[in-house]
């Protein structure tokens, strides 16, 4: 009768995975406040009655830096934020986001993609969608069918 | 180590009043750099949403404060369908040297991200002590 049998052995390393798991999940990495090591840039949606508001932080872009795109219900937000031109070892803390991104966001349905209009200021981008009009539903006549 | 500039922890403290005190406001610790440049330390923070206006820097003793609020430009009560940041003020300190000349910091606001320039003190001319001789 085998003393070891690698099936429990086994066992023994999943009930240990799920713990630290269990552990890890409870535990908040994040430095409270500190807006670090986020998506960038981070994007909010908000629902109006006739339209979808898409807020973002983009401190430092203009509009020159930022490219829009929408097709197929997908919206694009493309930019390079660029570094101020100091060369690295000067640097004596860095927690700020430097270099090329891009966000692509499925829109809600229905929304007129003409109709789209945007505006940065002071680094917040805000983008107004407005929705497409009610649809009515169609009713699909049903024929008695015949014997 | 290089300590000029020491940035705290600390968005616990007592905060600039707001106008309104009922109303309820987020505060944020804004992302920071520091770098080195010929005109003395480069201090630069995100402040997506601060105007000029809105922005307070603030020297006391070697205490700089930098508070920036932020206008609610999202609809009050609304709970976003999806949401990755809070609207709210930001509030972020440092601790600075003697080596820091507090007189001539300058600062500008430029698309949300402020920078402050901070020049290092002049290292006066070495003065030369006058002994007297003793009786």
């Known amino acids: 009768m085998p003393v070891f049998r690698w099936g429990n052995a086994w066992d023994a390393f999943?009930?240990?995975?799920?713990?630290?798991?269990?552990?890890m999940g409870s535990m908040d990495f994040t430095l409270q406040g500190v807006r670090l090591g986020r998506t960038f840039p981070a994007v909010n949606l908000y629902e109006y009655d006739d339209h979808y508001l898409l807020t973002s932080e983009l401190p430092g872009m203009k509009k020159s830096d930022l490219d829009?795109?929408?097709?197929?219900?997908?919206?694009?937000?493309?930019?390079?934020?660029?570094?101020?031109?100091?060369?690295?070892?000067?640097?004596?803390?860095?927690?700020?986001?430097?270099?090329?991104?891009?966000?692509?966001?499925?829109?809600?349905?229905?929304?007129?993609?003409?109709?789209?209009?945007?505006?940065?200021?002071?680094?917040?981008?805000?983008?107004?969608?407005?929705?497409?009009?009610?649809?009515?539903?169609?009713?699909?006549?049903?024929q008695e069918g015949g014997e | 180590m290089n300590n000029e500039?020491?940035?705290?922890?600390?968005?616990?403290?007592?905060?600039?009043?707001?106008?309104?005190?009922?109303?309820?406001?987020?505060?944020?610790?804004?992302?920071?750099?520091?770098?080195?440049?010929?005109?003395?330390?480069?201090?630069?923070?995100?402040?997506?949403?601060?105007?000029?206006?809105?922005?307070?820097?603030?020297?006391?003793?070697?205490?700089?404060?930098?508070?920036?609020?932020?206008?609610r430009y999202v609809p009050e009560g609304l709970m976003g369908q999806h949401e990755e940041y809070g609207v709210g003020d930001f509030l972020r300190s440092f601790i600075l040297s003697d080596e820091v000349d507090h007189e001539r910091i300058s600062a500008k606001l430029n698309h949300g991200v402020l920078r402050v320039i901070l020049p290092k003190a002049s290292r006066g001319e070495p003065r030369k002590i006058n002994i007297d001789e003793g009786e």
Do not use: C, H
């Not at chain 1, 999943?14 to 552990?23: A, G, I, Q, T």
């Not at chain 1, 090329?100 to 945007?118: C, F, H, I, T, Y």
């Not at chain 2, 707001?18 to 201090?43: A, K």
């Open chain 1, 14 to 23: 999943r009930d240990l995975e799920r713990e630290v798991d269990r552990l």
């Open chain 2, 5 to 71: 500039l020491v940035p705290q922890n600390n968005p616990e403290q007592s905060l600039p009043s707001p106008g309104d005190s009922s109303e309820q406001r987020l505060m944020f610790t804004p992302p920071i750099d520091i770098y080195e440049s010929e005109e003395g330390l480069v201090l630069v923070a995100d402040l997506p949403g601060v105007t000029l206006e809105n922005l307070e820097l603030q020297v006391q003793d070697n205490k700089l404060t930098l508070f920036g609020r932020v206008n």
């Open chain 1, 68 to 142: 829009l795109s929408i097709a197929q219900g997908i919206l694009t937000l493309k930019g390079n934020r660029t570094a101020d031109d100091v060369p690295d070892s000067s640097y004596r803390r860095s927690e700020r986001y430097r270099g090329q991104w891009q966000r692509s966001l499925n829109l809600p349905d229905r929304v007129m993609e003409e109709g789209l209009k945007a505006e940065l200021t002071n680094g917040i981008l805000k983008i107004t969608l407005p929705k497409a009009p009610e649809v009515t539903p169609r009713q699909i006549p049903i």
